[in-house]
């Protein structure tokens, strides 16, 4: 049905229509947010030998999260007499919107896919970084050191790992020969692009943990060192704003890791009676629960560890994979 | 009025709003906010000509690279926050009659202006055919680009480098 609508002339009933499923996902979307928070601090609990949220909700804490965005929700909405009031208040906007912008371009199986852009890959890349603006001028707004040092920190390090990832995925591109994520889940009919460019996967995989700021990359907001880093003065929904963008690029970069290296919606061999999505939903998972996993078992870099480590040994690894993936095609593709 | 129609005013009108609040506000970081609404605008107007590709490269490299590395710059420097100035009147007087002048030579140059019937199949792989016309056709001035960045990445460092070095002497 999804294709048809794609392929057809458009229209106002279109639009219609792709609004109405923008809000499904949308709340799909909410909905994963809200099990992956519940989900990470269980995990976290588990690895730390502690039963984690227990209380609210049943045995599980099944509730835990919802009460907590309750509670966010009737907050009293603080505004520092000092900030830069309009940008304080387009910032939280200018992060989240393209968090969701993004998904457009991710195909979930055959059927289920909002658009089928030929320059997906790039447009994900493309709007992902406009959040890069949005964190800094949270940063700045705020009118104090500690969100400006953490705005400072998170623009370096997205910019920095921005690269790795992105020539980590020439290999894969090289592969498929298209920038279309469809087309490049069609690639992967026989065989995932993670066994073919196992290294890009490696650099795509830390470079993307980098990019959701996520820990052991968390430098952005370091409580140690910076309080909260760029969202310190940010209270109530605008705060939930900041966390909501971070929680659905994760749900967005697992996605863009399922499509590009794991083989989206096809299936293991023997094993295609399963539907494409219940595999994508499988994988994605997957994806979900190792980053949770890496957060339990990381400390957090040093800075100047951190560009090193991006510039000095990512980027050569990146380069060296583009080389080998063009061995590779030639060698055993042709 | 078409669909096209619509999104090409809304677009156009969005990037000359970001223009002239760009020039008429006064606190830096604001005018590179503007500049940014101008960025995606223009951005969303190539999408319109079904030029996807340089979209997509439009909003990676200038709202996103280009904005954040001016915005560094003015974050990291001192800088008086406000810079309103008054101008004599003259000069006033004179660019005003100069932006007529220039409104009046385009409105007649676009107006005669003829480009032919544009081409119906541009948009069918055009990423693909970028691709090719620049490894092509143009494979000389792209190569020669690409040592241009080079040098000045490398030229980037080495000025840096002397800093640190100057520092460690003192």
């Known amino acids: 049905m999804m294709n048809h609508l794609l392929s057809s002339p458009p229209g106002w009933i279109h639009a219609a229509i792709f609004f109405g499923l923008g809000a499904c996902l949308l709340v799909i979307v909410l909905g994963f947010v809200t099990y992956a928070i519940l989900a990470e601090r269980k995990v976290l609990g588990f690895m730390q030998l502690r039963p984690g949220p ?59 896919k909002f658009s089928d852009l030929s320059i997906g890959l790039l447009y994900y890349i493309a709007i ?57 889940v069609n690639g ?80 293991i061999p023997f094993l295609g009676f399963i539907p494409g999505i219940i595999w994508f939903a499988l994988k994605f998972s997957v994806i979900v629960f190792f980053m949770i996993w ?31 993936s063009a061995v590779v095609k030639e060698l055993f593709l042709r | 009025m078409t669909g096209e129609m619509i999104a090409f ?37 190539y999408i319109t000509l079904s030029a996807e590709f340089v979209a997509a490269v439009q909003v990676l490299i200038y709202s996103g690279a280009i904005t954040i590395i001016m915005l560094f710059g003015i974050m990291l420097t001192r800088h008086e926050r406000d810079t309103a100035s008054k101008m004599p009147r003259m000069t006033v007087l004179l660019s005003g009659a100069g932006v007529a002048l220039f409104f009046l030579i385009m409105f007649f140059g676009i107006n005669r202006l003829s480009l032919g019937s544009p081409a119906a199949d541009l948009h069918i792989e055009n990423t693909k055919k970028i691709g090719v016309e620049l490894y092509s056709k143009y494979i000389i001035p792209f190569e020669l ?10 030229g980037a460092i080495v000025l840096a480098k002397r800093d640190e070095e100057k520092e460690a002497e003192k």
């Open chain 1, 128 to 184: 992902s970084g406009i959040t890069t603006v949005g964190i800094l001028m949270a940063g700045w707004a705020s009118n104090n050191k500690y969100s400006l040092l953490g705005g400072m920190r998170s623009a370096a390090q997205m910019i920095s790992y921005e690269i790795p990832l992105v020539i980590s995925v020439i290999g894969v591109i090289l592969f498929s020969g298209s920038l279309n994520l469809t087309d490049i």
């Open chain 2, 9 to 45: 005013f809304i677009l156009a009108l969005a990037a000359i709003a970001g223009g002239v609040l760009m020039i008429n506000l006064s606190n830096v970081v604001h005018m590179v906010v503007a500049l940014v609404f101008t960025f995606l605008a223009i951005a969303g107007i």
């Open chain 1, 294 to 324: 890496i957060r339990g078992t990381m400390p957090r870099l040093r800075a100047d560890q951190l560009m090193e480590f991006a510039w000095k040994v990512l980027l050569p690894v990146a380069l060296l994979n583009i080389f080998v």
């Open chain 2, 145 to 154: 680009t690409s040592v241009l960045l080079l040098v000045a990445l490398v």
């Open chain 1, 188 to 267: 992967q009919e026989k065989v995932a692009y993670i066994f073919l460019s196992p290294l890009g996967f490696i650099v795509f995989f830390i470079s993307s943990i980098a990019e959701l700021n996520r820990t052991p990359f968390d430098l952005p907001e370091a409580e140690s060192e910076l309080v909260a880093g760029y969202h310190v003065e940010y209270s109530g929904f605008r705060w939930a704003f900041f966390m909501l963008t971070e929680y659905v690029y994760l749900f967005a970069m697992a996605a863009l890791t399922t499509v590009l290296f794991l083989g989206g919606w096809k299936p």
């Open chain 1, 54 to 112: 227990n209380r609210v909700g049943g045995r599980f804490g099944l509730l835990q999260t919802v009460a907590d965005v309750l509670k966010l929700l009737i907050k009293e909405d603080t505004i520092p007499k000092l900030a830069d009031k309009p940008l304080f208040i387009l910032a939280p906007v200018l992060a989240f919107a393209p968090a969701f912008m993004v998904l457009a371009a991710i195909p979930f199986s055959e059927h289920l």
